[in-house]
C-alpha cells in the first residue's frame, strides 16, 4: 500500500471534482434533447442516441478501465479516461452534424469509470481517518453534478450556443488532468496477469444488447422482434461470458469474489438504489416545468427549474461528510440502510405530487439525502469485501449497476409517462397519476433496497486482507 497522501484534503478535493464532471457530462445534453432535432437537423429518434450513446459506452469502459487500473496503476487509467472526455468534449464543441456529435458523446462515455477508480485511489493514498469522508464526496458528487448542472445548462440554453456546453467540459478536462498529474500520486498496488480481452468483448456486447433493450424499449416497442431478440442475445452473452470468466486464469471480473453474499447482494441493492435515486433528478424538473393547467405543475422556466433543484445538491454536499461519520461510529451498513428510508421518505412525498415550489424543494431534498448516504455507503460495503488488488473493478462493476439502475428508471419513467396522459390546451403530457406511478415505484426500489442491504451476511473477508478497516471504522 503506497504511503498516505501528504494533502489529503487537496487530493480529495481534486478527486471528487473529477466525479463532479462526470455527472455534468452524463447530464449536460438532457435538457436540450427537445431542441437538438432543430439546431442539428435529426430526427428525435437520432438525437436520443446522444444519450444512449453516452449510456452503453459507459457501462463497456468501466469495467475494462477498473480492471486495467488494477493492473497497470489506477491513477494512470484515470488519467487515460480524463483524456478520452476531454477529447470527446472538443470533438463535441466543434461537431458539424449529429454524427460526429454522436461519437463524441460515446468518447464521453468514458467517464463512468472515473469515479470507481478514484475510489480506488482514495483507499489506497489516503490516511485511514479520511478514507470514509473522501469515498462519500466522491460518491455523492454524481448527484451534486446532477443537480449544479441543470441550472447551467438551462442559462448556456437561453444565452448562449449548445457548443459552450462541449467546449466548457473539454477545459475542464484539461484542468483535471493536470491537476491529478500534479497533485494525485500513483498507487505502487498492481494485482498482475493479462487482460482478458476476449473477456471485455464478451462482457461488451451482453452490455450493448441489454441497455440497449432497456433504453430504447419504450421507443422501438417492448414486445417488438428487435427487442426481445437483443433481450435473448443478452442472456446468452451473459450466460457465455460467466463460464469463460469461471474458466479462464486472468478474468477480467473474478465471478468467485462477486458471487460473495457480501458482493452480490450489495450489487443487487445498488440496482434498486440508482433506481430510486434517479427518479427525483429525472421527474421533479418535469413537474417544475409543466404548465400550472396540468393540476400538478408550477410552469417555470428550465433555468428557473434548474436553480430550484440547487438545494439538493447543497444537500447532497452537507451529508457526505455526515454519512462518513455515521459509517464510521455504526458501519457503513447502518448508514446504508438509513440512507435508503429517508430516500423512500423523499418519494413517497414526491408521490403525493406537493403543491408548492417550496415542498417539492423539501421533498426532493429529503431524496437527495437519502441518495447522498446510500451512495456513500455503497463503496465502502464492496471494499470491505474484496481484496486491494481487485477493488477497481469491483467498484467499477458496482458502478455499473448503480447505472442499470437509472437507466431502468429511465425506460419506466418513459414508458409511464407515454401511457398515462392528460391533454392540456392541445398539447398530450403525462398525466398527475403518471408521476405518483413513478415515485411510488422509487419508493419501493428504494426501500427494497434498504431491506436486502440490512439482511445481507456480513463479508467473511479479513480487514487484514481488504487493506482497510473493517465498515465500522474505514470511514
Not at 206 to 225: I, Y
Request: glycine share 12%; aromatic share 6%; hydrophobic share 55%.
Amino acid at each position: 500500500m503506497a504511503d498516505p497522501a501528504p494533502r489529503p484534503a487537496l487530493v480529495i478535493t481534486v478527486l471528487a471534482s473529477c466525479g463532479l464532471g462526470v455527472s455534468l457530462n452524463q447530464t449536460m445534453v438532457v435538457p436540450l434533447l427537445p431542441q437538438f432535432p432543430q439546431l442539428l437537423s435529426a430526427s428525435t429518434a437520432t438525437v436520443a442516441w446522444l444519450v444512449t450513446a453516452t449510456l452503453v459506452a459507459g457501462a463497456v469502459c468501466a469495467p475494462m478501465l477498473g480492471r486495467l487500473g488494477d493492473m497497470y496503476g489506477k491513477r494512470r487509467m484515470l488519467l487515460v479516461a480524463l483524456g478520452l472526455v476531454a477529447v470527446g468534449s472538443a470533438l463535441g464543441a466543434a461537431s458539424p452534424d449529429i454524427g460526429v456529435l454522436i461519437v463524441a458523446r460515446v468518447l464521453q462515455g468514458a467517464s463512468l469509470g472515473v469515479v470507481p477508480l478514484g475510489i480506488s485511489i482514495m483507499r489506497e493514498i489516503l490516511p485511514a481517518g479520511r478514507v470514509g469522508s473522501g469515498i462519500a464526496l466522491m460518491s455523492s458528487s454524481l448527484g451534486i453534478g446532477g443537480a449544479v448542472g441543470l441550472p447551467v445548462t438551462g442559462l448556456v440554453a437561453q444565452h448562449a450556443s449548445w457548443r459552450w456546453l462541449f467546449a466548457g467540459a473539454a477545459v475542464l478536462g484539461i484542468v483535471q488532468i493536470t491537476l491529478v498529474f500534479r497533485l494525485v500520486k500513483e498507487s505502487s498496488l498492481r494485482s498482475g496477469g493479462r487482460f482478458d480481452v476476449l473477456g471485455a468483448a464478451g462482457l461488451g456486447a451482453a452490455l450493448v444488447c441489454l441497455l440497449l433493450a432497456v433504453s430504447k424499449g419504450n421507443e422501438w416497442g417492448w414486445g417488438s422482434t428487435l427487442v426481445i431478440g437483443l433481450f435473448v442475445a443478452a442472456g446468452v452473452l451473459f450466460a457465455a461470458w460467466g463460464r469463460y470468466e469461471l474458466r479462464t486464469r486472468s478474468p477480467l471480473v473474478d465471478l468467485r469474489v462477486t458471487a460473495r453474499p457480501a458482493v452480490l447482494w450489495t450489487n443487487i441493492a445498488s440496482v434498486l438504489i440508482g433506481f430510486g435515486m434517479f427518479a427525483g433528478f429525472l421527474v421533479t424538473t418535469q413537474i417544475l416545468q409543466a404548465p400550472i393547467a396540468t393540476g400538478y405543475g408550477f410552469g417555470l422556466s428550465l433555468l428557473v427549474a434548474g436553480i430550484v433543484m440547487l438545494p439538493t445538491g447543497g444537500a447532497m454536499t452537507i451529508f457526505s461528510p455526515v454519512s462518513a461519520r455515521v459509517s464510521r461510529r455504526w458501519g457503513a451498513r447502518t448508514t446504508l440502510v438509513t440512507g435508503t428510508a429517508v430516500l423512500t421518505v423523499g418519494n413517497v412525498s414526491m408521490s403525493l405530487l406537493p403543491a408548492s415550489v417550496p415542498l417539492v424543494m423539501l421533498a426532493a431534498s429529503v431524496s437527495a439525502i437519502g441518495a447522498a448516504l446510500s451512495y456513500s455507503a455503497l463503496p465502502l460495503l464492496i471494499m470491505d469485501a474484496v481484496p486491494p488488488t481487485e477493488t477497481a473493478a469491483a467498484n467499477s462493476l458496482n458502478t455499473l449497476m448503480r447505472m442499470l439502475g437509472t437507466s431502468s428508471c429511465s425506460a419506466v419513467v418513459a414508458a409511464v409517462a407515454s401511457g398515462l396522459v392528460t391533454q392540456v390546451d392541445g398539447h398530450v403530457l403525462p398525466s398527475a397519476s403518471a408521476y405518483t406511478v413513478v415515485f411510488v415505484a422509487a419508493a419501493v426500489a428504494a426501500l427494497g433496497g434498504g431491506v436486502i442491504a440490512a439482511l445481507t451476511p456480513r463479508s467473511p473477508l479479513d480487514p487484514a486482507l481488504a487493506g482497510i478497516p473493517a465498515a465500522r471504522s474505514a470511514a
